[in-house]
């Protein structure tokens, strides 16, 4: 199985929105309504920002947001803020009890 | 509030076998969860490597799936992963995180700091 492909970088400005995009198969992000999304700042915990496609676990801002077209899932952040600058990382469920997470994308706020 | 925490040698030999733990506290290790692993190579992404239930029950990556195990300690709510012949490649943080589903195969929703383990003679 190879990797979910992401962007390496997404940058925007403070109060600007971003898109990540996720790119799947078939075979995992395009037959299943299963991707999660996690932010994760270098040396602490990843943290789990959208799970099932686009729900929101309870804490997290309304900011972040996501959806689904085809083989593709986007993350959205509204509003970017400094405390957003971190590495995100897209996760899809690929058949077989199985988790493929993409390569990661970092954002930088300027 | 779940936590995890893991701890392990931060050194292994190539050929020998990575041994880590991952201690719950906050929560039961039996309850309705899968508990996975999932591991960061130096400068590259997020890798799954697997989950077990505690029942036992364990899915594995399909790339690791020939060298690893995975087990559970209800009685010390702990779970356990066992990479054996390793080389270079599997230096790596290691993260053990929790599965909010009882299913399994979802989405992971309390994490651990994670620990490095360095493969080198």
């Known amino acids: 199985q190879s990797a979910l492909t992401q962007p390496a970088s997404v940058s925007g400005s403070p109060g600007q929105s971003i898109t990540i995009s996720c790119t799947g198969t078939?075979?995992?992000?395009?037959?299943?309504?299963?991707v999660s999304w996690y932010q994760h700042h270098p040396g602490k915990a990843p943290k789990l920002m959208i799970y099932e496609g686009t729900k929101r676990p309870s804490g997290v801002s309304d900011r972040f947001s996501a959806s689904k077209s085809g083989n593709t899932a986007s993350l959205t952040i509204s509003g970017l803020q400094a405390e957003d600058e971190a590495d995100y990382y897209c996760?899809?469920?690929?058949?077989?009890?199985?988790?493929?997470f993409g390569g990661g994308t970092k954002v930088t706020v300027l | 509030q779940v936590q995890l925490q893991e701890s392990g040698p931060g050194l292994v030999k190539p050929s020998g076998t990575l041994s880590l733990t991952c201690a719950v506290s906050g929560g039961s290790i039996t309850s309705s969860n899968w508990w996975s692993w999932v591991r960061q190579s130096p400068g590259k992404g997020l890798e799954w490597i697997g989950e077990?239930?505690?029942?036992?029950?364990?899915n594995y990556s399909p790339s690791l799936k020939s060298r690893v195990t995975m087990s559970v300690d209800k009685s010390k709510n702990q779970f356990f992963l066992k990479v054996r012949s390793v080389t270079a490649a599997d230096t790596a943080v290691y993260f053990c995180?929790?599965?909010?589903?009882?299913?399994?195969?979802?989405?992971?929703?309390?994490w651990g700091q994670g620990t490095l383990v360095t493969v080198s003679s």
């Open positions: 078939s075979n995992n992000v395009g037959i299943y309504n299963l």
């Open positions: 995180a929790r599965d909010q589903s009882g299913t399994g195969t979802s989405a992971l929703d309390s």
């Open positions: 077990i239930y505690h029942t036992g029950n364990t």
């Open positions: 996760c899809s469920y690929a058949g077989g009890s199985t988790l493929l």
